[in-house]
């Protein structure tokens, strides 16, 4: 067993639910209670639960490795970043949003009078999910197969970028909703998990978006634009 794995079990549920961003999605899936229960480490929750250490482990593992290292996309081949992308974030996203929704459903019930409670916070992240599956599954079926095959069609190009920018709109309103993802001073550890989850969506949101926008969507210099042949672009 590695350091880190054994330095995890000896963590609180409620330190691994405030440092590692969707962590709280395990502990839910596997009914390891990290708010009330959260003094106890993983080691004695696991133990008490009877639940085998190894996968919850390399979950863990997993989404604290999530970040990855720094890659010039620019000099890697089209497919490749695509794939990063598919991978790092639209799958990531995916992970991230119900169990944020979820978060932020407990968050504004239990803490209703609270005048700190992000109330609105559910709704809005269930309206920026649709909108970001939408948006998505259109890059997935329509876009991302034609930029693989060296076509860059400006139409589609131009209204996946017109849906980023209601996404930054989108990541606006979350502020105003939670006072700049602040939290208060006594907050519990869902809350803390919520907004920690937040921000980890805020900030990938913004990446994903920089690399579509600046890399992806952009054609190579060595390459011929397809449709260019066909129209100038301006008429679309
Ligand atoms: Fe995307
Ligand atoms: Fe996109």
Redesign the pocket.
Known sequence: MSFTHKSLLDQSLGHIATTIAGATAVFHQNKLDFCCGGEHSLRQALAKKELDTAPILSALRLLQQQDGEITDWRSKPVKQLIEH?LQR??QRHRQQLPELCRLARRVEHVHETDPNCPTGLAQHLDDMYQELESH?IK?EQILFPMLAGGIYPVGPISVMEEEHLQHGDALETLDKLTNNITLPADACNTWTALYLGLQELKEDLMQ?ILL?NQILFVQPAVNQRADSQMCCGSCQ
């Open positions: 992308i974030f639209h998505m890059e994903h579509e």
